[in-house]
């Protein structure tokens, strides 16, 4: 079984920033693609940012130049820095991991969600 548990959201003024940390925890073989997604009140849940393995970083237009995701494989974390919030950023922020876990002698890989954090930008 594996976990993602998401911390650092908050209150924050417009223009101010926050950084999301995500942490996975389990039997870990490997993690390939981790991202942060975010929902707000009545709408869908859309891709913010995402990172593989090698590092390789895509971002949704609204937050490029303003989000950072990056990675640490030895915590196998992921993170979100966010800079010049807006209040269109207030949001669930979900972390998402495809993560190959091991179960006796052998491993799986299946998509795990955190259990979100909630960033609310005030303006």
């Known amino acids: 079984q594996v976990h993602l548990v998401e911390s650092g959201g908050g209150l924050v003024q417009a223009g101010g920033s926050l950084r999301l940390s995500c942490a996975a925890s389990?039997?870990?073989?490997?993690?390939?693609?981790m991202g942060w997604y975010r929902q707000a009140p009545g709408k869908q849940r859309d891709l913010v940012a995402s990172?593989?393995?090698?590092?390789?970083?895509d971002y949704a237009d609204s937050v490029k130049g303003r989000f950072t995701i990056s990675r640490d494989n030895a915590k196998n974390t992921v993170y979100l820095q966010m800079n010049s919030l807006k209040p269109e950023d207030t949001a669930v922020y979900y972390c998402?991991?495809?993560?190959?876990?091991?179960?006796?002698?052998?491993?799986?890989?299946?998509?795990?969600w955190g259990q979100g954090t909630q960033v609310t930008v005030s303006s």
């Open positions: 998402n991991a495809d993560v190959a876990s091991y179960s006796g002698q052998y491993f799986s890989t299946d998509n795990y």
């Open positions: 990172i593989t393995s090698g590092g390789s970083t």
């Open positions: 389990g039997q870990i073989r490997s993690i390939n693609a």
